[in-house]
């Protein structure tokens, strides 16, 4: 059943992804894309039934949060700001990360360590993959329009630079919540709300890459690669704090290396 | 007599006259890093705490207040504007993020034994460009203290609101109090050890009443033989929560659980079910292999009294049980005659002191004999929280704006 869900999620996405870029009846594609979310979202409803606990625990679980909140990020903002610059890039990392869930479940496991038993753990967790999907779709978008620019040997546009930022200003904002809210958490379960564990160093290290985006483009609004080039190394550091900090020499110190599977 | 005319010289300006922008703070920080480094060789690594708190307060404050101050009344002011304006955050924020990098990347007992730096992050470098950068941040909110508007307001809950956790955590790191008890059943205790088992006299008395812990089922791997692999194993990552009478699906085999003792001994002949805590789980199993081939027999994980069992499938590969891993474990106390529980997530508040639970004696589990309580102090929470708390008021009305469509 899961990988069924799995696999319509993927189709949908793959045939809005198709139909965003063929440029006709883009509702029916709205449509598609959101069947592939509520698929995605029914998935994630029967992992939590199955698993007995919230299915954030994994870096495959969180895979799959990502996957379901990009494409449904990319049709909302989409909807909200009258654009479908975020269509295409939203669906096709949806695909992405879905397909790489289907190789790579590493959603096993039922059992939830005492320190991650909070009323924090599923806030936390949400706003941060909300965060991380709306910042990763800023970053596709710079990528998607720094690659338009290239092929067509045209020099980057302020315009560019605008729908990338609206993101930013979605992002920015949850990823704090998501920061503080780990502090928080952390006072409760360790006594203390900050330590440099290394997992909290790159939660920090993203922090501060985008602010120094948003105070870059405030200093420096008329140079869009300087711009969309701090989205896309913001971006770097962001996967470097979700997946990399775990293969990094300072992992083995980290006390949240409950995202790995065992 | 024709004139000559003589090129008028022009004096070039100074680096430091003129406009001031991001070379200026890139020699400002590279030079406080040295001055950082220099105090790391000249003194090594010396707490900051050394130095009585209200000196460091001072000695913090006074720069940090005055800059506020000064660009509340003069913003214009060249070297105010500079030091408050975006190029010197940008630059300062860049250092101090390129120094949690190296942070974030070599280990704590490299800094340790290579470097003589117990923590990094207390080292005069990090401290030393962290200042800078909350001297930039403190300074930019008071350019912006005055008018009240909506724009202003929203700035101050997200900038200051980060000066004041930095500030509050400073204080937190000059004042904190962080000692642990090892309490045993029924023994009140006094005395609690720092890191560094240093012994002190509590601020209370702590009796341990009971121990409790829950554990999940036990799961089970399939192991296979693989001399590629580092350690010589290839595992299947233990899924399946044992109980009886259940059939699942383990990495291409069918496994039904067949009988299940929470707490099992082997007596030389049979599996029995045993009353004591310190015992390990028995699954009686019955496999069937992909290819058809069915065996049966029992596995347990092990523990002090029994001794590990696994069900060999082929003779390089066997089904094995995972010690079971903990669900909760809390701790009941009484202190000055109330009765109070300390669980992970679950922390009790007492006088100014807050009591976690820290650990116990995990090769006995349930049966552990102590429990290891941390007790905290921090004074400076409540002034941490307070910028926390203005910080995600200001997240959130950045977030209405981003919603909104302002930009």
Same mark, same amino acid.
């Given at each position: +059943?899961?990988?069924?869900?799995?696999?319509?999620?993927?189709?949908? =996405?793959?045939?809005?992804?198709?139909?965003?870029? =063929?440029? /006709?009846?883009?509702?029916?594609?709205?449509?598609?894309?959101?069947?592939?979310?509520?698929?995605?979202? +029914?998935?994630?409803?029967?992992?939590?039934?199955?698993?007995?606990? @919230?299915? +954030?625990?994994?870096?495959?679980?969180?895979?799959? =949060?990502?996957?379901?909140?990009?494409?449904?990020?990319?049709?909302?903002?989409?909807? /909200?700001?009258q654009t479908r610059v975020l269509a295409v890039p939203s669906m096709l990392m949806g695909v992405m990360f879905a397909l790489f869930n289907l190789r790579h479940p590493e959603y096993m496991d039922r059992t939830l360590m005492p320190a991650l038993q909070s009323p924090?753990?599923?806030?936390?967790?949400?706003?941060?993959?909300?965060?991380?999907?709306?910042?990763?779709?800023?970053?596709?978008?710079?990528?998607?329009?720094w690659a338009g620019r290239l092929i067509r040997r045209q020099p980057l546009q302020i315009e560019d630079t605008d729908v990338p930022h609206r993101l930013v200003l979605i992002g920015l904002p949850l990823l704090t919540c998501g920061l503080l809210f780990g502090a928080l958490w952390a006072k409760e379960a360790w006594g203390h709300y900050w330590t440099w564990d290394p997992k909290e160093t790159w939660a920090f290290l993203t922090w501060m890459a985008y602010?120094?985006?948003?105070?870059?483009?405030?200093?420096? @609004?008329?140079? @869009?690669?300087?711009?969309?080039?701090?989205?896309?190394?913001?971006?770097?550091?962001l996967m470097a704090c979700w997946f990399g900090v775990n293969y990094l020499p300072t992992a083995q110190e980290s006390v949240h290396t409950y995202t790995q599977p065992e | 007599m024709s004139s000559i005319a003589r090129p008028t010289t022009v004096a070039?300006?100074?680096?430091?006259?003129?406009?001031?922008?991001? !070379?200026?703070?890139?020699?400002t920080v590279v030079t406080t890093m040295t001055v950082g480094l220099a105090f790391h060789a000249w003194v090594g690594y010396r707490w900051i705490g050394m130095l009585p708190t209200w000196v460091i307060a001072v000695a913090g404050l006074t720069p940090a207040l005055g800059l506020m101050v000064a660009a509340r009344l003069n913003p214009g002011q060249?070297?105010?504007?500079?030091?408050?304006?975006?190029?010197?955050?940008?630059?300062?924020?860049? !250092?101090?993020?390129? $120094?949690?990098?190296?942070?974030?990347?070599?280990? !704590?007992?490299?800094?340790?034994?290579r470097f003589g730096l117990p923590s990094y992050w207390g080292s005069w470098p990090f401290l030393m460009v962290g200042y800078l950068m909350l001297l930039s941040l403190v300074g930019s909110c008071g350019r912006r203290l005055w008018?009240?508007?909506?724009?202003?307001?929203?700035?101050?809950?997200?900038?200051?609101? $980060?000066?004041?956790?930095? $500030?509050?955590?400073?204080?937190?790191?000059?004042?904190?109090?962080?000692?642990?008890?090892?309490?045993?059943?029924?023994?009140? !205790?006094?005395?609690?050890?720092d890191e560094q088992n240093r012994e002190f006299k509590a601020p209370f008395e702590v009796e341990l009443r009971e121990f409790r812990m829950e554990v999940f089922n036990p799961t089970l791997t399939l192991a296979t033989i693989d001399e590629k692999s580092p350690d010589g194993l290839q595992q299947s990552a233990g899924s399946l929560l044992l109980k009886k009478g259940i059939t699942e699906k383990v990495a291409g085999h069918t496994v039904t659980v067949e009988k299940f003792f929470k707490h099992a001994a082997y007596d030389g002949l049979h599996w029995r079910e045993v009353p004591w805590k310190t015992a390990a789980p028995a699954a009686f199993l019955r496999?069937?292999?992909?290819?058809?081939?069915?065996?049966? &027999?029992?596995?347990?994980?092990? *523990?002090?009294?029994?001794m590990p069992a696994y069900l060999m499938l082929r003779d390089d590969q066997a089904i094995l049980m995972n010690p079971p891993r903990p669900k909760k474990f809390e701790s009941e106390l009484r202190i000055e005659g109330k009765d109070y529980r300390v669980g992970v997530n679950e922390p009790a508040h007492i006088g100014g002191y807050d009591?976690?639970?820290? *650990?116990?004696?995990?090769?006995?589990?349930?049966?552990? &004999?102590? *429990?290891v309580i941390e007790i905290v102090r921090d004074q400076g929470l409540p002034i941490v929280y307070a910028g926390i708390f203005m910080m995600l008021g200001g997240a959130l009305l950045h977030l209405g704006n981003g919603i909104g469509g302002k930009k």
């Open positions: +059943m899961n990988a069924t869900l799995a696999y319509v999620a993927v189709g949908s =996405w793959t045939l809005a992804a198709g139909m965003y870029a =063929w440029r /006709r009846r883009p509702w029916m594609a709205d449509l598609v894309a959101m069947i592939g979310v509520f698929a995605g979202a +029914m998935l994630l409803g029967l992992l939590w039934a199955s698993l007995g606990r @919230p299915p +954030m625990r994994t870096l495959g679980e969180t895979r799959w =949060w990502y996957a379901v909140c990009v494409p449904l990020l990319g049709v909302l903002i989409g909807w /909200r700001f924090w753990f599923v806030p936390h967790v949400v706003v941060y993959m909300v965060a991380y999907s709306a910042l990763g779709l800023s970053s596709a978008v710079a990528a998607w329009n602010l120094m985006y948003l105070h870059l483009r405030q200093k420096h @609004p008329l140079k @869009p690669a300087l711009t969309l080039g701090a989205l896309i190394v913001g971006f770097g550091v | 070039k300006p100074g680096f430091w006259d003129g406009n001031l922008g991001y !070379a200026q703070a890139f020699v060249r070297i105010i504007k500079w030091l408050t304006g975006i190029p010197f955050a940008v630059t300062t924020c860049t !250092a101090v993020g390129l $120094l949690a990098l190296a942070g974030g990347i070599v280990p !704590a007992s490299v800094w340790a034994e008018p009240l508007t909506y724009t202003n307001v929203v700035y101050q809950a997200s900038h200051l609101g $980060l000066a004041i956790a930095l $500030l509050g955590g400073a204080y937190s790191g000059l004042t904190l109090e962080r000692k642990r008890m090892v309490l045993f059943k029924g023994m009140p !205790a006094e005395t609690m050890v496999v069937r292999t992909p290819d058809g081939k069915e065996k049966s &027999g029992w596995i347990c994980s092990g *523990s002090p009294e029994t009591l976690y639970q820290f *650990s116990y004696d995990e090769k006995m589990g349930a049966a552990s &004999g102590y *429990s």
